[in-house]
């Protein structure tokens, strides 16, 4: 296991920031909790919003699984690995959302930031799963860019929702009706 034993503090700081944003990201939504409901907001939270936590919880979940005493790197390989495979079907749902929705009409961005790169940080852990095999090097570098990737995300969508609610939603509602 010295593979991973030079990882730990790298972990360690990744793994409590995400922890960290959960619970802001927890404050943030409560903040913004009165604004009016308009149509559709129960799929669009769940393809804008949700996601927004289950990056943040994953990118915890990769810190505890890399961290865990595994007693080879091929055990911690599977498991992030299947975790991966799990992220890529979760973020084929949030596309299937994200298009079904009807509250906001997705830009380039949204696509980039809520399909794309999720996509790719998961099929990277997926690949790195099967790299470890061969490559644990490189493998172990794939998962903590992922690792990273995923926390940038959340990051990003987050800002993103809050600076949409603070700004664009309060202008609609302070802009009468005509």
Not at 84 to 102: C, D, K, P
Request: proline letters at 3%.
């Amino acid at each position: 296991m010295t593979a991973i034993t030079g990882w730990e503090n790298f972990y360690v700081i990744v793994g409590s920031s995400a922890g960290a944003l959960i619970g802001l990201q927890f404050v943030v939504v409560t903040l913004i909790a009165d604004t009016p409901v308009q149509r559709d907001l129960e799929r669009a939270s769940s393809a804008f919003a949700t996601p927004t936590i289950v990056h943040f919880g994953a990118v915890l979940l990769l810190s505890a699984i890399v961290s865990a005493p595994w007693h080879t790197t091929s055990e911690a390989a599977v498991a992030w690995g299947a975790f991966g495979l799990a992220g890529v079907v979760y973020t084929i749902l949030v596309v299937r959302r994200m298009r079904s929705q009807a509250a906001y009409r997705p830009e380039f961005e949204d696509w980039l930031f809520h399909a794309l790169l999720p996509l790719a940080a998961y099929a990277t852990l997926a690949i790195s799963g099967y790299a470890t095999r061969s490559h644990v090097h490189g493998a172990l570098f794939a998962v903590g860019a992922a690792a990273l990737v995923l926390l940038f995300v959340g990051i990003h969508n987050a800002w993103d929702a809050v600076t949409y609610h603070v700004f664009i939603r309060a202008r609609e509602r302070e802009t009468p009706s005509r």
